[in-house]
């Protein structure tokens, strides 16, 4: 029974890491250090391409994406028009649209500002969907998932 549940859980679930840098949907958020930590999540169409995951920051990126919303992130280093990108520059991390190599807010209220080459901007990813409550594992199934993902998740660590 317990390895039938195993194996219901791992055809169900995935492991992504959750980037402890959030991706401001405003000016941008300094890179930290701290090692990305382990995310569960419920495996669907949308979030299988995800090479990570990362928490939005702010309102500018309203009324798509919200604070406190988790993206999943395709790690892209160009992009298309109207992607949904985070960019990297020296003020941080940001999650922005693209459209004509520039950056822009949905939020008409917060717009993003006049950007140069100094700014040195970069794509780092796309993002591929956002992370809904029902592809978020329980509190109960969180804790079934760290014993089925235990290898995984030595790996992540080490």
Request: charged share 25%; proline share 4%; aromatic share 12%.
């Amino acid at each position: 029974e317990l390895a039938e549940q195993s194996n219901v859980m791992k055809a169900t679930y995935s492991i992504l890491p959750l980037e402890e840098t959030p991706a401001a949907a405003g000016e941008g958020f300094m890179f930290s250090d701290v090692p990305a930590e382990p995310f569960f999540f419920k495996v669907n169409s949308v979030n299988q391409s995800a090479d990570r995951i990362i928490r939005v920051s702010g309102d500018s990126m309203l009324p798509v994406y919200h604070d406190g919303d988790f993206v999943y992130v395709k790690d892209a280093d160009h992009a298309y028009n109207n992607d949904i990108v985070i960019a990297a520059y020296h003020n941080g991390l940001v999650i922005k649209r693209y459209y004509n190599n520039r950056l822009y807010s949905l939020n008409d209220n917060l717009p993003f500002g006049e950007k140069t080459e100094s700014d040195n901007i970069r794509i780092v990813g796309k993002v591929v969907g956002i992370v809904e409550d029902d592809e978020m594992p329980t509190k109960d199934e969180k804790s079934i998932l760290q014993n089925v993902f235990s290898d995984e998740l030595t790996k992540f660590y080490n």
